[in-house]
């Protein structure tokens, strides 16, 4: 018979503390059954925590052997970014659904973009280390509105993709200039959110930070 949800959470409670622990055991007479379910509790609780300790381990692992450790690893993931967004630009301005000012507003970002990926590629190579590689991307342009959407959510997602790895940097020169184009990239996201019909600051008076596996998840499908 499986127990209710709301109990097992009860006891773990009652595991994690020693007062709690007492009472319970006094209430149940001390006897082994009570104490081994209090055990067995306490077990499931250390063996999830260990279970995520190992799986972010895991992970930090893979995301170093991908763009590398420190300011250069971080340096080499805005840089993959920015190669996505860049891309992004350039397939738009090439596929015929803008015209005139609208194709002028979207090649003008596109070009921010492009200036981020030689900012950042020079930065890598300052570090010390080999650059990110542009990686293979493709896009779905089917309609004009679709692609505002597209293109709003890509540029919220590069905000906050910034504004996430913020505290992480050690350079003071670096964190300046990662500030820099998060606020640029906020900018484009203000704009784009606003010509879809969506609030130019959809988090409210405060910006939401996004950590490097969630953003590396909404973009894994335009990999090509």
Known sequence: MSQDPRSRSALRRIA???????????????????????????????EAASETTSST???????????????????????TLEFLEAGFYDAVAKSGLFKGDDLALI????????????AL???AKDLGGPPAKEPKANFPLEDAQSVLELAATVENLGAAAYLG?????ESPDILAAALSIHSVEARH???????????PTPDGAFAKPADMQTVLDEVQPFLA
């Open 165 to 169: 790895q913020a505290a992480n940097i």
């Open 189 to 199: 996201a203000a704009l784009l959110n606003t010509l879809v019909g969506d609030p």
């Open 121 to 123: 590629t020079a930065t």
């Open 16 to 46: 994690r503390d020693p007062l709690s622990r007492r009472r319970f055991l006094a209430v149940t007479g001390g006897t082994g059954a009570s104490a081994a379910l209090l055990a067995a509790c306490g077990d499931d609780e250390e």
């Open 57 to 79: 381990t895991t992970m930090n692992e893979e995301m170093t052997s991908q763009f590398g450790e420190g300011d250069l690893g971080i340096v080499n993931y805005a840089l």
């Open 107 to 118: 090649k003008q970002i596109g070009g921010h973009e492009h200036e981020h990926v030689d």
